[in-house]
């Protein structure tokens, strides 16, 4: 099982032949596309469930940190939910997705926390299409409660101190 990159970079597509090339702690491995899409992406929203809630338990005592300790809470609740119905609703149409990948929070908890989550909203945004079919707007809304429910959160961690 490969772990799930600390620091994510975003897939390459290789053009020429349906694959996707995923980077591990080997080597840029390629992989296929409607095999792993899937389970790349729901493991990052997972990953930033499990970020949050380490960040919630991290914060001390300095200005602003009850404010972000209330909205790290409200995301890493509110997640599990919208994710849990977004893997169910691809799963009812498609297949039960495997492959996710292991959680490693021992490098991500080091960063900075608005960064991490910002740098997530990109990567949801900008694989959405690559990693799942745009051509299912049933989950491609659920995706957008997601990203809706990330900014909210970036919002409160940048300005309500």
Known sequence: MKR????FKT???N???????????QSM????????????YFSKIFES?????????????SQG??????????????ILDILDELVEVYQGQYDVVEGYNIIDTQNTQTQDKLEYFTQTVEFLKTQRYTLLSQDD????????EIINLMYRLI???RFLK
């Open 29 to 40: 491995e390629p992989v296929s596309i409607t095999k792993t899409g899937p389970a790349q």
């Open 11 to 13: 897939p390459r597509h």
């Open 15 to 25: 053009t020429g032949r349906n694959v996707l090339i995923v980077e591990n702690d």
């Open 49 to 61: 469930r499990e970020m949050a809630h380490v960040y919630h338990l991290q914060l001390k005592g």
């Open 65 to 78: 940190s009850y404010a972000q300790h209330i909205a790290l809470g409200e995301y890493y609740e509110g």
């Open 137 to 144: 707007p049933h989950y491609q809304a659920i995706i957008d």
């Open 155 to 157: 919002y409160k961690l």
């Open 4 to 7: 799930f990159s600390r620091d």
